[in-house]
């Protein structure tokens, strides 16, 4: 097959880093119960800036923001307690980087859109980490050099068919959020609206369990036989056009479908009631896989992602939702 990458002097990482290296940040300090919402939902955002975090516990009442507890920043002489609104500006103030936002939906836009871009996005940001890290591979034809963070070649494989198992699951349950919640509200309003996005999940099935076979080829050759080198194009060659695929699918659903939920006219209670039943769909990788789908979205998109979190009604299954990220 040859080269199908050509030659190139770029030197390439292996394992594809999520986000910036961390920078040096006086310690935070933050008052509050384990087991407030709030507090999960505050470590999360300080997650993102990167900075040395000492959890302070309390035991305090469930007060206001969904039942979210008292919490208090404490950062050297400074000392700042108050809303979710009100430690996110102290958060984006203090400590530069990335905006984490307000945390808030824009209340105009549909719940169910929120939900459905944060998943396109995503699962984007985790092909093209893919693809960056198949190039990466292939480039370098399993040459027998160990770089200590991945390991020898077969172990580094065993963690890119880790990464991979974790993408797809995570798109097979999105594509069944969608089939079995969002779907449905376009056919009641004007059936056969949603039969082409339907279409495209039948149609990307193939491609998507072929990349897992070729991973699993890989991963029982010599990684020095031309046979390597070459199953090793193949996945670099399957896993863009998944990226392609992705791309043209994701933009036709938000290009003609998402935009049409304002006019579905669904009451408040209507819209957080199909928000639940999504997350019940979404229960595997939410319950296992949530801080891999958050890795995938800039901060404050996460952020704005586990707003919509905090909008269940089942107090209970919301905690835990939201403890599972900071543990």
């Known amino acids: 097959m040859g080269?199908?990458?050509?030659?190139?002097?770029?030197?390439?990482?292996?394992?594809?880093?999520?986000?910036?290296?961390?920078?040096?940040?006086?310690?935070?300090?933050?008052?509050g119960s384990p087991k407030s919402i709030l507090a999960a939902y505050i470590r999360f955002a300080l997650l993102h800036k990167s900075v040395s975090l000492d959890l302070v516990e309390t035991e305090t009442e469930r007060v206001g923001d969904g039942g979210g507890g008292a919490v208090t920043l404490q950062v050297g002489s400074e000392v700042v307690s108050g809303s979710r609104e009100t430690l996110l500006r102290f958060i984006d103030a203090r400590f530069p980087g990335?905006?984490?936002?307000?945390?808030?939906?824009?209340?105009?836009?549909?719940?169910?859109?929120s939900l459905t871009r944060a998943h396109h996005t995503s699962m984007l940001w985790h092909v093209e980490r893919m693809v960056k890290w198949a190039e990466d591979l292939t480039t370098r034809g399993g040459k027998k050099i160990v770089d200590p963070s991945v390991g020898t070649p077969r172990m580094e494989i065993r963690k890119f068919a880790k990464s991979y198992s974790?993408?797809?699951?995570?798109?097979?349950?999105?594509?069944?959020?969608?089939?079995?919640?969002?779907?449905?509200?376009?056919?009641?309003?004007?059936?056969g609206l949603a039969k082409?996005?339907?279409?495209?999940h039948a149609r990307d099935l193939p491609l998507m369990n072929g990349i897992k076979e070729v991973i699993k080829s890989v991963g029982v050759l010599d990684s020095g036989s031309p046979d390597y080198h070459e199953a090793l194009c193949s996945l670099s060659t399957r896993l863009k056009s998944l990226q392609g695929q992705c791309k043209q699918h994701f933009a036709e659903e938000e290009v003609e479908l998402l935009p049409l939920m304002k006019a579905l006219e669904l009451s408040k209670e209507q819209e957080v009631s199909a928000l639940e039943q999504c997350f019940e769909v979404m229960q595997g990788t939410h319950n296992r896989l949530l801080k891999f789908f958050l890795e995938g979205l800039p901060p404050h998109d996460a952020m704005k992602y586990l707003d919509l979190i905090s909008k269940c009604r089942d107090k209970e299954k919301m905690e835990s939702i939201l403890q599972k990220i900071v543990k």
């Open 196 to 200: 082409v996005a339907k279409e495209e």
């Open 3 to 31: 080269n199908c990458l050509g030659k190139s002097e770029k030197k390439l990482t292996a394992e594809i880093v999520p986000r910036d290296g961390a920078k040096v940040y006086p310690t935070v300090r933050l008052h």
């Open 98 to 113: 990335p905006s984490l936002g307000s945390g808030r939906e824009d209340e105009t836009t549909p719940l169910l859109a």
């Open 166 to 191: 974790e993408l797809l699951e995570l798109m097979m349950e999105h594509a069944q959020m969608e089939e079995t919640i969002l779907f449905p509200l376009f056919d009641k309003a004007d059936r």
